[in-house]
């Protein structure tokens, strides 16, 4: 299976500009997709195909990456924006996602 | 818009089944595929597999093999999954989604979760 390494957490500040890793051990090519999880939510779709921004979210989220590494940026950090971010692949079955990253605030 | 409605939250015993559903609307069911999700407590997500309403294909993560059971049924436009023999390992909250496959599969639309808890 593909593993999807994401580090634990990260402490911003609002305004601040933030970016989330994401490395497979293997290549994916472009089929990784990031997704938002807030608390007691579903999760909900950011960026699919590694850069492409899902119809309704904010540009203030980006994608980028092939291969292996991977990156969520947000640019500025809002409050709405405290949540866990998860990576997920679809190069190869099964589908995997990474742990998660916390974003906390400072 | 596009729905998926789960069923509510289930406490059930161990080694009994437990059987969820996941009701579309806003779309054409018959198109998209549905996966299955698990998320443990406090954990990460974890890809059960997928059916595909037209032709009731599926694909499974080989870890739920035999754990899992999918179907559907078309004229509700309704996605089923069974679990079995079940363990305090299986509770978790499930959630259905809408997977897009035109080029590169994702999930774009997710249920809202059925939490399922395992105790005697």
């Given at each position: 299976?593909?593993?999807?390494t ?8 609002l305004?601040q ?12 090519s472009t089929y990784m ?28 989220f ?24 998860y990576?997920?692949?679809s ?16 | ?8 939250a ?8 437990v059987k ?15 996966s ?31 754990k ?20 305090s ?10 997977d ?21």
């Amino acid at each position: 299976d593909t593993v999807l390494t994401q580090s634990p957490a990260l402490a911003v500040s609002l305004g601040q500009r933030v970016t989330i890793s994401c490395r497979a051990s293997k290549s994916v090519s472009t089929y990784m997709h990031w997704y938002q999880q807030k608390s007691g939510q579903q999760p909900k779709l950011l960026i699919y195909s590694a850069s492409n921004l899902e119809s309704g979210v904010p540009s203030r989220f980006s994608g980028s990456g092939s291969g292996t590494d991977f990156t969520l940026t947000i640019d500025p950090v809002e409050a709405d924006d405290i949540a866990n971010y998860y990576c997920q692949q679809s190069n190869e079955l099964p589908y995997t996602f990474g742990a998660g990253t916390k974003l906390e605030l400072k | 818009q596009v729905k998926l409605l789960q069923s509510g939250a289930a406490l059930v015993k161990p080694g009994a089944s437990v059987k969820m559903s996941c009701k579309a609307s806003g779309y054409t069911f018959t198109d998209y595929w549905v996966s299955w999700v698990k998320q443990s407590h406090g954990k990460s997500l974890e890809w059960i597999g997928e059916i595909y309403p037209n032709s009731g294909a599926t694909n499974f993560n080989e870890k739920f093999k035999g754990k899992a059971t999918l179907t559907v049924d078309k004229s509700t436009s309704t996605a089923y999954m069974e679990l079995s023999r079940l363990t305090s390992e299986d509770s978790a909250i499930y959630y259905c989604t809408r997977d897009v496959t035109t080029v590169v599969p994702y999930f774009d639309y997710w249920g809202q979760g059925v939490m399922v808890t395992v105790s005697s």
